[in-house]
């Protein structure tokens, strides 16, 4: 089995996020820079795959230099080989122009048996990138599953809702994406960390995917940001000193926030 695993690197929610005052994205140079944790879900769950049968995982980005940092970690957790789509032209990418990226790079890997990604990445949570990717390959694509079995050619996930859950079930290729609750990462081994400073990563850029620099970035996209504005600070509370009239103080400070 061929499995591909989608990866972002994202800022880590520990840091202070900001857009450029030049082109208005995010300023990721501005920020530390991780392995976006449902990602590693999504390694984990080809790796558990792999390990019961025979099975190869190609870990797929699209990012900068620094994302080989993401590349590494996935590789030390055990996947067999890594694809790096980076282009200087992809700067400003909206999710639909990501989208169609990932689709030409999938395309590179060869007969591809399954892709797995994360539910959102924690930077632009669109949510919606494993569903695009399923439509432009003419793939199913099984979303928010929190638990997956791959057998006799099929992909069977439980999928969780707030109305309840519910089990769906597609025939191969698909693309699945994964909840937090699907299984806990390992963590890299000090032999999984060396071995992976050999494992192979092919570096791709638009070309390559038979893309021209019109069709990406923040020219090829549908959606750009126009303006932004800083969080405004914490205000004070409101102190209600109650002289028998508390509750109804209470209440018109609520019917004033519109909270009831």
């Known amino acids: 089995m061929n499995i591909v ?18 082109d208005k994205t995010l300023d990721r140079a501005s ?10 879900r999504a390694v984990e769950e080809a790796l558990k795959i792999k390990e019961a049968g025979d099975a190869e995982v190609t870990i797929l980005t699209v990012g900068p230099d620094r994302a080989t940092d993401a590349i590494r970690k996935a590789l030390s957790m055990g996947a067999d080989k890594a694809v790096h789509v980076n282009d200087e032209a992809l700067h400003g990418s909206d999710a639909v122009t990501t989208a169609k990226v990932l689709a030409k790079a999938v ?122 504005a800083p969080r405004p600070p914490k205000s004070g509370g409101q102190k209600v000193e109650d002289e028998g009239d508390g509750g109804q103080k209470i209440a018109e400070f609520l019917v004033g926030q519109k909270l009831i």
């Open 31 to 40: 920020s530390d820079a991780v392995l976006d944790e449902i990602n590693e």
């Open 107 to 228: 395309g590179t890997v060869g007969d591809v048996d399954l892709v797995l990604a994360g539910n959102e990445a924690t930077d632009g949570r669109s949510g919606a990138m494993a569903g695009m990717l399923g439509e432009l390959l003419g793939w199913p694509s099984l979303t928010h599953a929190n638990a997956l079995t791959v057998e006799n050619g099929t992909a069977s996930v439980k999928r969780e809702t707030d109305e309840g859950t519910c089990d769906v079930t597609a025939s191969l290729p698909a693309v699945v994406s994964v909840g937090e609750k699907i299984n806990e990462p390992r963590y890299p081994s000090f032999k999984g960390i060396m071995a992976a400073k050999k494992k192979p990563v092919s570096a791709l850029g638009i070309s390559d995917l038979g893309l021209e620099a019109g069709e990406v970035g923040l020219a090829g996209s549908l959606v750009q940001v126009d303006s932004f």
């Open 5 to 22: 695993v989608l990866i972002k690197q994202v800022p880590d929610t520990w840091s202070e996020r900001t857009l450029s005052d030049s």
